[in-house]
């Protein structure tokens, strides 16, 4: 079985950072690419970020474009999103998912097969 755990979530205030991780643990598995994606009260879960695991090319929401950036660490088998200048409007839980296939989309929740429980993000002012 595979896992997905994120951690790094909590309270920050506006104009703040925070930077979450997913580690993968579990039966080995190929992975293609992962991604971030977050989900606030009441609205529809939406894309984030995703990286592709051999080349490190790396995509991201034009909502965060500029502000955050995801990586990874091969060795360690865990991709990391650094979050800076947050804003109110970042609060939501992030979902670390990992995509065992090429996607011509990775921000499309369908293109990912393993998914984590999630970890609370919270902006205040």
Request: no cysteine; hydrophobic share 35%; net charge positive.
């Given at each position: 079985q595979?896992?997905?755990?994120?951690?790094?979530?909590?309270?920050?205030?506006?104009?703040?950072?925070?930077?979450?991780?997913c580690a993968a643990s579990?039966?080995?598995?190929?992975?293609n690419a992962m991604g971030w994606?977050?989900?606030a009260p009441g609205k529809e879960?939406?894309?984030v970020?995703?990286?592709?695991?051999?080349?490190?090319?790396?995509?991201?929401a034009g909502s965060v474009k500029g502000r955050f950036t995801i990586s990874r660490d091969n060795a360690k088998n865990t991709?990391?999103?650094?979050?800076n200048s947050l804003k109110l409007e970042d609060t939501a839980v992030y979902y670390c998912a990992a995509a065992r296939y090429y996607s011509s989309d990775y921000s499309r929740a369908d293109?990912?097969?393993?998914?984590?429980?999630?970890?609370?993000?919270?902006?205040?002012s």
């Open positions: 595979v896992q997905l755990v994120e951690s790094g979530g909590g309270l920050v205030q506006t104009g703040g950072s925070l930077r979450l991780s579990g039966r080995p598995f190929s992975r994606f977050r989900q879960r939406e894309f970020a995703a990286i592709v695991w051999s080349d490190g090319n790396t995509y991201s991709v990391y999103l650094q979050m293109a990912y097969h393993y998914w984590g429980q999630g970890t609370q993000v919270t902006v205040s």
